[in-house]
C-alpha cells in the first residue's frame, strides 16, 4: 500500500519544470516539497524522512548523482532521477550509485505518475521487513534511534556521526566501504572533515565496542579501500 500522504521531494533548478511536477503530484494527494538545489534539499533532510525523492541529474552546483550517492549512504528512500540527455551513461551511473529508477525529460507526466506509485509501493514493502533492531557481537543496536546496548542492557552513547556511521555499516554487511561513502553518512560535518575523519569515528566505534582491530570481530579493514562490517547480524 503507498503511504497515506506519501512526502516527495523534487529537487529541480528549472522553476517552471519544478513548480509543474510539484503541482501535478500534489494534485493526486502526495505532499510534495520543492528544492531548487542541493543545499535547499540537504536542510529538508535533515529534518523529514521523505519517501521518494526526484532529483534533476543536472543542477547547478552538487549535481544529482552526487546527491543520489551521498542519500543512498544514508538510507533506502526511493530516488528518481530526471536528465534531459538521452545518452546511457549518465543512466547507468545513476543507477549503479543506487537510483531507483531514471527518466529522460520530457517525459510524459502520467508514465511518470505510474513510476512513482510503483516505486512508493515498493519502499512500503521494504519498509514493512525493515528490521528496527538487529543484534551483533553481544550488543543491540535499533537503527531507527540512536540506543546501542551491551550484552548487560547498559547504554552505550553515541554522537550523531557514530550513530549514523554504524548504521550505515550494519545496513550493508559484508560490503566494503570506502572513506567517500562513509563520510557521506555524516549528515553534519564540520569544515575542514576530510576522510581521514572516518579512520577516527572508526577508531571510535572500535574503542566503545570492545573491537580489537589486530583480530576484530566487527570492523574489518580492507587495506586501500575502506572498512567492511564483519560481525554476523541476528
Known sequence: MIPTAAHIV?????????????????????????CAGAEA???????????LLIVDINLAGKDGLEITR????????????????????????GLELGADDYVCKPFNRRELLARVKNLLRRTAAMRQFTRRVVH?????????ARHLTDTAGQTIHLTRGEYEMLRAFVLNPGVVMDRDRLLATITHRQNGTNTRT???????????????PK???IFGTSHGEGYVFTAPLS
Open 10 to 34: 523534487v529537487i529541480e533548478d528549472e522553476p517552471v519544470t519544478r513548480m509543474a511536477l510539484a503541482g501535478y503530484l500534489g494534485s493526486f494527494g502526495y505532499r510534495v516539497t520543492e
Open 41 to 51: 534539499a540537504e536542510l529538508v533532510l535533515a529534518q523529514e524522512n521523505p519517501d
Open 70 to 93: 551521498e542519500q543512498r549512504a544514508r538510507s533506502e528512500v526511493g530516488i528518481i532521477l530526471l536528465s534531459g540527455r538521452t545518452d546511457d551513461v549518465d543512466r547507468i551511473v
Open 136 to 144: 551483533f557481537a553481544g550488543y543491540s543496536f535499533d537503527t531507527s
Open 198 to 212: 572516518v579512520d577516527v569515528m572508526v577508531k571510535r566505534l572500535r574503542g566503545k565496542l570492545g573491537d580489537d
Open 215 to 217: 583480530v576484530p570481530r
